[in-house]
Each structure stands twice: as structure tokens, then as C-alpha cells.
């Protein structure tokens, strides 16, 4: 009974994530040089992000205000690896709250800047079944992130940060001494 009952609830959160993975869940807006994105990454930003650049060559700065996370980490690279590609810098306003995904998006800047009061969160990811932390770290289901992050940043050490920090239904907000350690601004913060 019990084991039946679990296969329906894995089912339900299964259909769940499909659902919310087949729309776009971001609002994206170009103003000037700079590209403001907003909410959750899916599967279908990608698509969005690279007609709206290819629309706006003038485009210089990713600004992330408001990002909740990914539901598709291989979107997330797709996209880190775009900005990266164009030498797009990213920017955090003193507003920005970004989380998870949105953070790893943020590591592609050519140039990472943040102003004061903008926040970092990071957590460890979950795949339907385990935690990302619960792995093995020759695990290959590190590869894809992890090699991301050290192509970012040069070093994979902040990819074991995050799963750490916090499990992938918790937040850690970083501070300001973890933002410096792990290397996410190209300059310091600003105001």
C-alpha cells in the first residue's frame, strides 16, 4: 500500500514539473544594453533568451531581478554558455533576489557585478530521487553542473559549496565573505 501510494505521489510531481517545464516561466526585457530577466528557467528559455538577443545586438549586461531557480539545469548551462560565448557581463541591482539556477546563470558574466542588498542563494539539487549531495562526488550526475561551474569560474569547489550549503528544499542566502571566496564577482560590490 505504501509503496504504491509513493509511485503515485513520484507520478504527481513528475507531472507537475513536466507541466511547469513546457511553458516558459521567465519575462524577459530589453532596455538599452541591458537584458532584465525575471522568475523561473524551463526548458523553453533557451529559445526565448536567443531570439531576444539575436533581435538586440546591442544588448551588453544580463540584469537578473527576480529568479527562483531552474526546473532544467541543462537550460541553464544552454544559457550560461551563450552569455559567455557573447561576452555578456551580468549585474545584480540592489533589489535582485536570485536563487539557485539563477545563480548559476549569473556565473557566466564575463564580468560578474553585484550593487549592496542584492542576494545570492544557493542549495543542493535533487533529482526526483536523492539529493545531489547524497552522491558520490565521481558521480556522473555531478559532470554536467559541476563541469559548468569550473568552466565559469575555474575551479569546481563552489559546485561542492552548494550542496552543502543547504538541502534542494532550503535556501542558503551567501554572504558577503562566501561571495568572495568562491570567486562570483569580478569586482567588488558596489552601490
Known sequence: MFRRLALILLLALAACATIENASDGTTLRVEGDRLYLAGTITSRTPANFERLLAQNPQVRTLVPTQ????????????????LRAR?????LTPHSVVDSGGVDLFLAGNRRTMARGASLGVHSW???????????????????????????????????????AAPSDGIHEMTPGEIARYGLLTEPVGN
Open 87 to 91: 561576452g555578456i557581463d551580468t549585474h
Open 126 to 164: 535533487r533529482n526526483g530521487y536523492r539529493e545531489g549531495s547524497s552522491y558520490p562526488r565521481s558521480a556522473p550526475e555531478h559532470d554536467m553542473t559541476r563541469s559548468y561551474v569550473t568552466d565559469m569560474l575555474g575551479s569546481d569547489a563552489f559546485y561542492w559549496f552548494t550542496l552543502a
Open 67 to 82: 529568479v527562483s531557480g531552474s526546473v532544467d539545469g541543462a537550460a541553464t548551462v544552454r544559457m550560461g554558455y551563450l
